[in-house]
């Protein structure tokens, strides 16, 4: 069984959020970059399909050389190779693009994204590869389950779950609750010294279509004082709620 | 040319998010002078999205839509997005809607910004402001392609009565071949979810444990809302992970989000921001979370929910 991860490599979730170059891009300065949480997630239920099925994880990242330490990072956790499209991405549909050639050179059984980014949240690449590769997609997955040719996957509804069954290939959109949080892998001394010596292959991007691009940003107007009630005061609090902000 | 919105339904009724979409899609129809069509799966009633602008409805009927699946769904949107010519379609945030949005996507090579909560600051090219950074940034998107998809972020726009007469058309949906089936569906019926919930009340470790939890789930019942939770509560198993809002679990955007025993990590703090009005509840002074709050209450949780929930509870019957 052959598994890829589609990594993106975003700022810690701890990051201040700060632009530069008139509020076109995003500061890197000071900020540390680590795997996409839902991709971490994604990755852990691969390795753990490695460890039990023995299945062989590629991950892959569309990005500059600056991804590569995060790459590394997946290996020592226990991806086997990694794979780095060296394109700065700007649009989710040109990462889908190029993600989709990879999968059309390489026949993956399993293709795990997160569900989304936590930069962007564009929450689109995984579904696009899978409507430009026809594979079966689940997104916001919960459980995944492969034996043989088949698969049971959960998906997280609104106030639900949805139990589906399917056929490989398929490709998920991992959330936490696929692995939970305790269960991520930290590397130790030894992942990390094999993860120097494990293949990570830089290829050229191809064509090169985008659908979007982002103008400029823009953070939000920073809040008023709370105004505080005293705890004896239920009754003034309700009142605010009610007369003053109109929400109960 | 037209421009589409997706309307979805839940136990035989429009959702409240159609009707946002609704509004906000006749602005830009009305704008470009083109019709505004609605499609609907499995839904009966459909009069209601004439009061919002809708002019004529869609409405798919047939076995192979009996539930939701993502890629029936986006074929037969795709089909009446061609037969009309749409220009701009326009979707929910829902998990659903999330989930079938890349596929239409590409069927239409349409381009698509997710997140999306204001009308378009322009309509040539299309250019929308969206959340990024979970919450903790905008961006302003441009999309020039022939055919785009709006996913409008849920309580974004606010919903207006724009009377129309409507046509209503029935159509069956086409059957797609595909491995892929939908073999169970777990819903608690009746509970208000954190997506489509107007209040949202929160709990956090202040809360000490999940025996705690009943004093939550009867202050969120009170105001009819859904209830939430911190990651360290659900990390401890205390909650479904389902309830986890913040960063690396669910985005709020309720009217009013009331947290109890959250300290206001950033990352949770991120998850909660589009909310509009946000209480906190803490006897911790120094926390976080009242920095971002607009109504605080320094005090013991124990004492203040009870006393919370009966005075709403009051002020309701009124």
Not at chain 2, 87 to 94: D, G, V
Not at chain 2, 124 to 148: G, H, I, Y
């Amino acid at each position: 069984m052959k598994i890829l991860v589609c990594i993106s490599n975003v700022p810690d979730t701890t990051s201040k959020i700060n632009f530069v170059d008139e509020n076109t891009l995003f500061d890197t300065n000071g900020v540390q970059f680590i795997i996409n949480p839902n991709d971490e997630f994604g990755l852990t239920r691969a390795i753990w399909m490695k460890q039990q099925q023995s299945a062989e994880v590629t991950v892959v990242t569309v990005g500059d050389n600056s991804c590569e330490s995060t790459l590394r990072k997946c290996l020592a956790i226990g991806a086997d190779n990694a794979i780095r499209i060296d394109l700065k991405p700007t649009d989710g549909f040109q990462v889908a693009k190029q993600l989709a050639r990879i999968c059309q050179e390489t026949i993956y059984d399993i293709i795990i994204a997160g569900r989304e980014s936590i930069d962007y949240n564009g929450a689109m690449v995984p579904g696009m590869l899978a409507a430009l590769l026809d594979y079966n997609f689940v997104t916001n997955c919960v459980a995944l389950d492969v034996e043989g040719e088949n698969a049971q996957a959960s998906r997280e509804i609104d106030g639900g779950i949805e139990i589906i069954s399917c056929q490989l290939p398929l490709i998920i959109g991992a959330q936490k609750g696929l692995v939970e949080e305790k269960d991520l892998i930290i590397p130790n001394m030894r992942g990390i010294m094999q993860a120097r010596q494990k293949p990570l292959k830089v290829i050229e991007p191809t064509e090169d279509e985008i659908k979007s691009s982002i103008l400029k940003f823009e953070k939000p107007i920073p809040k008023g004082e709370v105004k505080l009630v005293p705890a004896d005061d239920i009754d003034q609090l309700i009142d605010l709620l009610h007369n003053e902000a109109n929400v109960i | 040319m037209s421009v589409i919105i997706y309307a979805e339904s839940e136990n035989g009724k429009i959702k409240k998010s159609a009707f946002e979409l609704a509004s906000y899609g006749y602005e830009i129809a009305s704008e470009m002078n083109v019709p505004l069509i609605a499609v609907t799966f499995n839904q009966d009633e459909v009069e209601s999205l004439g009061t919002y602008g809708i002019e004529k409805v869609i409405k798919f009927k047939g076995p192979s839509i009996s539930n939701f699946t993502a890629l029936q769904y986006a074929e037969n949107i795709a089909l009446i997005a061609k037969e009309n010519e749409a220009k701009i379609i326009i979707l929910s945030s829902s998990a659903n809607a999330k989930y079938l949005a890349p596929k239409l996507s590409i069927t239409l090579s349409a381009g698509y910004a997710s997140n999306v909560i204001a009308l378009p600051e322009k309509l040539q090219p299309l250019t929308v402001k969206r959340t990024c950074f979970t919450n903790k940034a905008f961006n302003f998107c441009s999309l020039s392609n022939e055919v785009n998809i709006v996913g409008l972020s849920n309580n974004s726009y606010e919903i207006k009565e724009n009377p129309k007469s409507i046509e209503i058309i029935e159509k069956d949906s086409s059957s797609t071949e595909t491995t892929l089936k939908v073999e169970k569906l777990e819903k608690s019926s009746g509970k208000v979810t954190i997506a489509d919930a107007d209040v949202v009340v929160s709990g956090g470790r202040g809360l000490k444990g999940p025996e705690n939890w009943h004093l939550i789930e009867d202050l969120a019942d009170t105001l009819g809302g859904a209830t939430a939770c911190s990651k360290p509560v659900s990390d401890m198993g205390w909650r479904p992970h389902s309830e986890h809002v913040g960063q690396t679990g669910k985005p709020v955007a309720s009217n009013l989000y009331i947290a109890i025993g959250v300290s206001g990590a950033i990352q949770h703090l991120a998850g909660v921001n589009s909310s509009k009005v946000k209480v906190v509840i803490n006897n911790d002074p120094e926390a976080p979370f009242f920095k971002a709050a607009d109504y605080g209450i320094v005090g013991d949780a124990f004492e203040v929910i009870p006393k919370l929930t009966k005075k709403l509870k009051e002020f309701k019957s009124k």
